[in-house]
């Protein structure tokens, strides 16, 4: 299985912004599913934002479309969630996620199609 290194989790304020990293140990380009997703506390793993790396296609929750953008690098086998006017409420711990192949559009942001993750990266929005 890839191994995934998530980073750029921090604390910042209501409205500001972050851009978290994925570095994969191994090629993901034009192999994988990929995604991020979040956890708060006494709340269950949500999909955030996916992308299938062989044709850039991206997907996005209701929540964080406009905000978030999920990017990949395959020159430095790495995908990017750059996070915009953050709020509260997107404070979790967020995890990157790898799934080898493309995953059915509406399984992209499911959990449990998703088989190898990285440890998580926090991150904390104050009002």
């Known amino acids: 299985q890839v191994q995934l290194v998530e980073s750029g989790g921090g604390s910042v304020q209501a409205g500001g912004s972050l851009k978290l990293s994925c570095a994969a140990s191994?090629?993901?380009?034009?192999?994988?599913?990929m995604g991020w997703f979040r956890q708060a506390p006494g709340k269950e793993r949500e999909g955030v934002a996916a992308?299938?790396?062989?044709?850039?296609?991206?997907y996005y929750a209701d929540s964080v479309k406009g905000r978030f953008t999920i990017s990949q690098d395959n020159a430095k086998n790495t995908v990017y969630l750059q996070m915009n006017s953050l709020k509260p409420e997107d404070t979790a711990m967020y995890y990157c996620?790898?799934?080898?192949?493309?995953?059915?559009?509406?399984?992209?942001?499911?959990?449990?199609?998703?088989?190898?993750w990285g440890q998580g990266t926090q991150v904390t929005v104050s009002s």
């Open positions: 996620a790898a799934a080898r192949g493309r995953l059915f559009d509406f399984l992209m942001l499911s959990r449990a199609r998703y088989n190898s």
């Open positions: 992308i299938w790396t062989g044709a850039g296609t991206t």
């Open positions: 191994e090629s993901t380009y034009t192999g994988y599913s």
